[in-house]
């Protein structure tokens, strides 16, 4: 890795002992219940107050609604986060301290995302809300990343399904996640909506990943 820093390096490249009692697959659970934890705590905030009378309901539920559209978008990042963990750990054979913790700073950030949820509802025309959101997902995501750079850089980590083509896909869609979540956070000290849009970039730009991925499998593929 040209031009890397001999930190980035170490963490990346340098092997580590195997943690013992840590088996593949009971990290992988303990990341299913956290992922389900917190996905149950993200409709946990999402409510209108009691004793309203019949004239009072309709705008109660119009005031849920920016509520119910910040759970939207978080349970569907939460629900990408736990899609790429369980991708990334078909790959994985045996984890190493490097990985271990990676995996678990990851699960801190899925833990506490509800809190940035909550504010991302009642206070989402903020600058300050807006820019921390982006900039949880944007690490969050980087974690996710850091882990498939990690095994990436130690195959020996890795099982008969590791597939490296596979790995560096995963990385180029992380990438482009952070950045566009990165550079949405000094957007949102001039717009907090307009950072907001910016969010939706990343559906043309997946497309297209999608597409010029799928172009080059079936040039891969053999002619029938």
Do not use: C
């Not at 705008?59 to 629900?79: K, N, P, Q, T």
């Not at 990690?150 to 099982?159: D, I, K, M, S």
């Not at 000290?189 to 080059?216: D, E, H, M, N």
């Amino acid at each position: 890795m040209p031009g890397a820093s001999p930190v980035f390096k170490y963490v990346l490249t340098r092997p580590q002992p195997d943690e013992p009692g840590m088996s593949v697959e009971r990290v992988l659970a303990f990341g299913d219940a956290v992922f389900s934890i917190a996905m149950t705590l993200l409709v946990l905030d999402i409510g209108v107050p009691s004793g309203l009378t019949d004239s009072e309901v309709p705008g109660a539920i119009r005031d849920a609604l920016s509520e119910m559209g910040s759970y939207l978008l978080s349970f569907a990042v939460i629900g990408s986060l736990w899609l790429a963990e369980h991708a990334l750990f078909r790959m994985i054979g045996r984890i190493d301290r490097v990985l271990l913790y990676l995996h678990l700073a990851l699960l801190a950030v899925v833990a506490a995302l509800p809190f940035p949820t909550r504010l991302l509802g009642e206070y989402g025309h903020t600058t300050v809300v807006t820019a921390l959101y982006a900039a949880v997902i944007a690490v969050a995501i980087g974690l996710v990343g850091a882990m498939a750079l990690r095994l990436l850089a130690v195959p020996e980590l890795g099982n008969v399904r590791l597939d490296v083509r596979r790995l560096r896909r995963m990385i180029w869609h992380d990438v482009v996640v952070v950045a566009v979540f990165g550079t949405s956070i000094p957007l949102a000290f001039a717009s907090p909506g307009g950072a907001k849009y910016w969010w939706l970039l990343l559906i043309p730009i997946q497309t297209v990943l999608r597409l010029r991925w799928q172009a080059k499998d079936d040039e891969a593929a053999p002619a029938a």
